[in-house]
C-alpha cells in the first residue's frame, strides 16, 4: 500500500494519528482550518466531524462536478 503524508493535509498534532481518529476529529484537525471555521460550519450545515464534512451531500456534488470537469480537459 503507498503512503500518504497526512501532515500536508491535518494539523501536526493529528498527523500520526489512525485514520478512523482522524475521520471522528472536529474540523479543526485539517490544515487551514480554525475552530472558527468548524463553529461556522456545525451552525451552517450541522458538520461536527471530518466524516461529517466528506459526507455533507454538497461537497460532494462539488467534488464530482470537478472531477467531471476536470475528465473533460
Known amino acids: 500500500m503507498a503512503a500518504i503524508d497526512l501532515g500536508n493535509m491535518v494539523d ?3 498527523a500520526d494519528k489512525e485514520l478512523s481518529e482522524i475521520l471522528a476529529a472536529p474540523v479543526s484537525a485539517l490544515k487551514g482550518v480554525s475552530d472558527r471555521h468548524g463553529d ?7 458538520i461536527r466531524t471530518v466524516a461529517d464534512l466528506a ?3 454538497y ?7 470537478a ?6 480537459k
Not at 461556522?40 to 450541522?46: I, P
Not at 472531477?67 to 473533460?72: I, K, R, V
Open 55 to 57: 459526507n455533507l451531500k
Open 67 to 72: 472531477s467531471l470537469e476536470s475528465a473533460t
Open 12 to 14: 501536526k498534532a493529528w
Open 40 to 46: 461556522l460550519l456545525r451552525e451552517a450545515f450541522g
Open 59 to 65: 461537497f460532494q456534488w462539488a467534488s464530482t462536478l
